[in-house]
């Protein structure tokens, strides 16, 4: 007997997850669970992707639905870890508790360097693992160094194509080969999902705005995201739309919409906030928008390679000058809405739906990015970063790269040439940890 274990944590990824299975992406299987697991910070008060608008649609691809929150109760699935020790004892109770019994297993996961799903695998030590992508971070290198007896069992990466040409970086250093969803597969999939959700407004091609709710991850400050909201809103006011749909994250507190709302009225924008939990996807579906504004989210890239309507970007200046550290896995994600989208300001950019860079100068800027975010995981993209940094480094181009960053590495555009000795010179080191300790004497 063969089971094939899907893990979800978004109703997005579990849409991803029935394309594949529909477009014949997984070979046949005995029996399918798919395992959800809500990462919220509450999840007592958040609904997980069993309990969000649509979720029957997706219910019939797997015979069974098991949810691993009340697997480990407890304990929060993003912050626990089964001991090595008692990882025997966690397999048997799982297939004890999903009547797995001795049947082989092979699992398909998200975000498999960090918990839960790097938890899931640690578990079940001999299972094949697919590694799916449910956005635009499957470009970017992966976030930290991966176990090899996790990594080595990592058959490919299944992804959306969201920058068509595009290859993702994520798992090349254990040679995993990247396999896009069919694009048909995944819009037939959102096309089931287009009439679910209760009490979303009668909107006829408005503005639709995307929050993100950064200030929750450490990004902004919250009063620097209801900025971030209101750039959105005056951008999409100065193209000249008059009607403005917001969709605010579910997690955001409720004064975020208030503080739009607010400036909607100074603008004299008919402004509608909405309240279901639905995907962007169902709303691009159901009203059109004229516009979509949003700041790197991955629905900014869905809106324009799948549904063909015109987008803005707002903020990623900002985001890539706040992103900490320099390998935040955000920062992949942002250099590509930045680099590809144009901003509210560039009217005819956005009318046209003109794309900022062709894919050979977008998959060039992204190694360069990737390399300096990982260049111990990534080490063999160095000779291509130098010749990115040395040929396209400019007024445009630096804002996604950091001078101190670039020095610490040896790569172009760090330090001057010409004082690139310091470092390497023992006489300027010991200068230097002098001036440190007269420093550190005079504060005392």
Request: aromatic residues 6%; proline residues 8%; neutral net charge.
């Amino acid at each position: 007997m063969t089971t094939q274990i899907f893990m979800a944590s978004t109703l997005y990824g579990t849409a991803t997850l029935a394309a594949a299975l529909d477009a014949g992406c997984f070979a046949p299987a005995d029996r399918r669970i798919l395992l959800v697991s809500n990462n919220a910070a509450t999840p007592e008060t958040t609904p997980s992707v069993d309990e969000m608008p649509g979720f029957e649609r997706l219910r019939s691809r797997f015979d069974d639905v098991v949810s691993w929150n009340e697997a480990i109760f407890p304990f929060h699935p993003g912050g626990w870890s089964p001991r090595v020790e008692d990882v025997p004892l966690w397999e048997r109770y799982l297939r004890l508790a999903w009547g797995l019994g001795d049947d082989d297993v092979a699992l398909a996961v998200e975000s498999i360097q960090v918990h839960p799903a790097l938890g899931v695998a640690q578990i079940f030590t001999d299972a094949p693992l697919t590694v799916y992508a449910d956005g635009l971070m499957s470009y970017g290198p992966t976030r930290n160094k991966l176990d090899p007896l996790v990594g080595t069992r990592v058959e490919r990466l299944l992804h959306l194509d969201l920058v068509p040409g595009l290859r993702p970086l994520l798992l090349t250093e254990f040679g995993v080969a990247p396999e896009t969803v069919p694009t048909t597969a995944f819009t037939k999939v959102l096309a089931e999902l287009a009439d679910t959700g209760t009490g979303l407004p009668d909107a006829e091609e408005p503005a639709l705005l995307l929050g993100q709710y950064l200030s929750a991850l450490g990004i902004l400050s919250a009063e620097e995201e209801e900025g971030l909201h209101v750039r959105m809103l005056t951008g999409a006011v100065g193209l000249g739309h008059t009607r403005v749909v917001f969709k605010p994250h579910p997690t955001a507190p409720a004064r975020f919409a208030r503080t739009l709302e607010q400036e909607a009225e100074k603008l004299g924008v008919e402004l509608t906030v909405l309240d279901t939990p639905v995907l962007a996807e169902v709303l691009y579906q159901r009203m059109r928008p004229a516009l979509v504004v949003g700041c790197f989210s991955t629905a900014l890239l869905t809106a324009s390679a799948l549904y063909g309507l015109p987008v803005a970007r707002v903020g990623t200046d900002l985001l890539l000058d706040r992103l900490t550290p320099y390998e935040n896995s955000n920062r992949v994600p942002v250099t590509i809405v930045d680099a590809l989208l144009p901003e509210p300001a560039d009217a005819a950019a956005v009318a046209e739906g003109r794309r900022g860079l062709d894919t050979d100068a977008l998959a060039a800027l992204v190694r360069a990015v990737g390399f300096a975010m990982q260049p111990k995981i990534l080490p063999e993209l160095r000779p291509a970063a130098e010749e990115y940094l040395r040929s396209s480094l400019n007024a445009r181009t630096r804002r996604y790269f950091k001078k101190r960053r670039l020095t610490s590495l040896g790569l172009p555009g760090g330090i001057p040439e010409r004082l690139a000795f310091l470092p390497h010179n023992s006489t300027a080191r010991k200068v230097v940890r002098r001036a440190r300790a007269i420093r550190r004497s005079i504060k005392r």
